[in-house]
């Protein structure tokens, strides 16, 4: 008993002195082992998954998908891309890269609504939750289950119309 006591204060000595060294390198060029990745993603993607249980999806009718756009458009895609465009340099200097949603990926309603609710700890995903009503953050989802099926001629058409009315 005495033994496991002196190894834990020793593990916690460790740490401390990990800590207070400052020998860990924090620079966002500096890429993480394997196994930080593993356990940051597999966090991430399990704590989604169970704080989006419950959630119940409203009907994404297409009256919503251009209301998504626009929100879209002004607070997303600086950081998430557009149809056929190539990451910015903003984009390639982030630790972790957001993701280029335009690309697909597999969260359903539920899940991104609670992403774009609620941001993501420790990585540049804000929370949109404090600055908008449910239904803006519901309308965004409608836009985005769109969004990897568009090609860059009608993202840009939607631009247009976009730019076309007064908001
Ligand atoms: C300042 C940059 C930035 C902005 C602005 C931003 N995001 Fe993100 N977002 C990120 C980063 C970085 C991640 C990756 C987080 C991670 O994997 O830990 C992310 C992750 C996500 C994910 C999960 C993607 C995946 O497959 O892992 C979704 C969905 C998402 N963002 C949607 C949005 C939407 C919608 C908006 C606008 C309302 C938005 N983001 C605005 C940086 C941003």
Redesign the pocket.
């Known amino acids: 008993m005495k033994n496991i006591l002196t190894l834990i204060i020793l593990i916690i000595i460790g740490f401390l002195i990990f800590i207070y060294s400052g020998i860990y390198n924090i620079a966002a060029t500096e890429p993480h082992t394997k196994l930080v990745l593993w356990i940051?993603?597999t966090t991430?993607e399990r704590s989604v998954k169970t704080h989006a249980k419950g959630i119940n999806t409203p009907t994404l009718d297409e009256s919503l998908v251009k209301t998504g756009f626009d929100?879209?458009s002004e607070?997303?895609e600086?950081?998430?891309g557009k149809p056929g465009l190539s990451p910015s340099e903003m984009d390639l200097g982030?630790y972790?890269?957001?993701?280029d949603?335009s690309k697909g990926?597999?969260?359903s309603p539920a899940e991104?609504f609670w992403?774009?609710k609620n941001g993501?700890k420790m990585?540049?995903?804000?929370a949109?939750g404090p600055t908008h009503k449910d239904e803006e953050l519901w309308s965004?989802v409608a836009f985005?289950k769109r969004l990897p099926d568009l090609t860059p001629e009608e993202y840009r058409e939607m631009e247009k119309a976009a730019q076309g009315k007064t908001r």
């Open positions: 940051m993603h991430m929100h879209y607070m997303c600086g950081c998430h982030f972790h890269e957001p993701p949603l990926f597999e969260w991104l992403i774009i993501i990585s540049a995903m804000p949109f965004i985005l």
